[in-house]
């Protein structure tokens, strides 16, 4: 069976620092997708990024970037220049191929101060 | 942009009563989901709903839970008997492929007193 683990439970960063969240999996399958989601106070779940296994090239988008590395199945996602406006709990999932189903980890809540 | 709609936002029902919950996922989307979330726990697959079946269901989507696609639109999932540990937020998701990106809905609170 799959499992994600998020080891870190809560962060708490300064305005303007950089902040790397880890995500751990666990799969015997060689094909899989893993996924980010934030989930910001109001409560909702929106949709970051998705990978698939054969693409381990690393990800930017503006000040979110995201480390696939296979060799130790890891998928860490860093903020670059934290904002207050990042401060969500975060969430790392994976899903295998030919299933639907989203293994969530336990989330890792992120407190951005000013 | 299209997106994931649920009603209600919050349903307060007793134990026992049935409740049902209403997604309309987005509209070329083929794939439709629930996940529940515990206050302050992780969150968790119910079910996946394609081709108007149950495509897979978790351990937690026992007899007490059904999934219906009443018409072209709408997603439900419906409690037959509500339990106290059913409080939870109920959030619908949809997406264009299996493995695919899931859009999720702004979720609903259920509590069940």
């Known amino acids: 069976a799959q499992k994600v683990t998020q080891a870190q439970t809560e962060i708490s960063v300064v305005e303007k620092e950089d902040v790397t969240l880890d995500c751990v999996y666990e799969?015997?399958?060689?094909?899989?997708?893993l996924f980010w989601y934030k989930q910001p106070p109001s409560g909702e779940l929106v949709f970051l990024i998705r990978?698939?296994?054969?693409?381990?090239q690393n990800e930017i988008s503006g000040r979110y970037s995201w480390n696939f590395q296979k060799s130790t199945s890891s998928f860490n996602f860093t903020i670059t220049a934290s904002q207050v406006v990042d401060s969500a709990v975060y969430f790392c999932a994976l899903s295998l191929s030919g299933y639907s189903t989203l293994t969530f980890g336990k989330g890792t809540m992120l407190l951005v101060s000013p | 942009e299209p997106e994931v709609t649920q009603t209600p936002s919050h349903q307060v029902t007793q134990m026992g009563q049935e409740v049902i919950l209403r997604c309309v996922p987005i509209s070329n989307h083929l794939y439709f989901y629930w996940y529940r979330q515990i206050l302050g726990q992780k969150v968790e697959f119910l079910v996946s709903f394609y081709n108007n079946e149950i495509s897979e269901k978790s351990e937690i989507f026992d007899d007490q839970f059904s999934v219906e696609r009443p018409d072209g639109s709408n997603f439900t999932l419906k409690i037959r008997s509500t339990k106290l540990e059913d409080s939870a937020m109920y959030f619908c998701?949809?997406?264009?492929?299996?493995?695919?990106?899931?859009?999720f809905g702004p979720g609903t609170r259920l509590t069940v007193l």
């Open positions: 998701a949809s997406s264009e492929a299996r493995g695919g990106e899931q859009f």
């Open positions: 990978r698939n296994s054969f693409d381990e």
């Open positions: 799969t015997r399958d060689t094909t899989y997708y």
